[in-house]
């Protein structure tokens, strides 16, 4: 009887895909704040920010409406990034915090650049 039991409890919630069930952990990267323009210039944008996780790195990126160009990610750690190199245009730019293995959601801020 006892065999019997165990391979009842043991075996069959395995054939049938039952799996103990678990809770989706919460993020604790924070995400970026105060975020606010510091500088411009005609081809360049500066923006600086607050984080509540020291030892964070930060991801920044772009788009640009004109001709829908998405640049690659650039990596800081520094609360402050300088975009240069920056054609004319309507532009969207794109802030992430980094916390080891986790991230926070991003934030993005629109801008113009030379116009």
Not at 38 to 63: D, F
Not at 79 to 103: K, M, R
Request: net charge negative.
């Amino acid at each position: 009887m006892f065999k019997m039991l165990a391979f009842v409890f043991l075996f069959l919630p395995s054939v049938f895909g039952a799996h103990p069930v678990t809770e989706p952990q919460a993020c604790t990267c924070p995400e970026i704040s105060n975020l606010q323009k510091t500088g411009e210039t005609s081809n360049s944008l500066s923006y600086a920010w607050s984080s509540g996780y020291m030892g964070a790195q930060y991801k920044v990126w772009y788009h640009r409406a004109e001709d829908g160009y998405t640049s690659g990610f650039f990596y800081t750690y520094n609360l402050s990034y300088n975009f240069t190199g920056l054609s004319a245009g309507h532009y969207t730019f794109y802030f992430q915090s980094l916390c080891g293995s986790e991230t926070s959601s991003y934030i993005g801020i629109e801008d113009t650049v030379g116009i």
